[in-house]
């Protein structure tokens, strides 16, 4: 069963950083891509950042130059790393993978960016 547990969030002043978690088990390795949403309040799900099996990144514009997605194939691992925060990036951040036919999503983590 494929399970995917986030971590990292919580409240942080506008300017300071946070590192996210996301650790992959039930058969999801380091041949899938990978990828990290949000949601926040009153708004629909959107994509952040992906990577690859390759390690190729992609980002939406409003995070480039401050979000750094990553992963440790050892660890069946991704990361976000997320710098300069500010209040506008306050959401719920999800885990995402695709393993055709299915998505799976993680539970989600509270990021909170004070101003």
């Known amino acids: 069963q494929v399970q995917l547990v986030e971590s990292g969030g919580g409240l942080v002043q506008a300017g300071g950083s946070l590192r996210l978690s996301c650790a992959a088990s039930?058969?999801?390795?380091?041949?899938?891509?990978m990828r990290w949403y949000r949601q926040a309040p009153g708004k629909q799900r959107e994509l952040v950042a992906a990577i690859t099996s390759g390690g190729s990144t992609n980002y939406v514009d409003s995070v480039k130059g401050r979000f750094t997605i990553s992963r440790d194939n050892a660890k069946n691992t991704v990361y976000l790393q997320m710098n300069s925060l500010k209040p506008e990036d306050t959401a719920v951040y999800y885990c995402n993978v695709i393993a055709v036919p299915y998505a799976y999503w993680g539970q989600g983590t509270q990021v909170t960016v004070s101003s």
């Open positions: 039930g058969g999801i390795g380091s041949s899938y891509a």
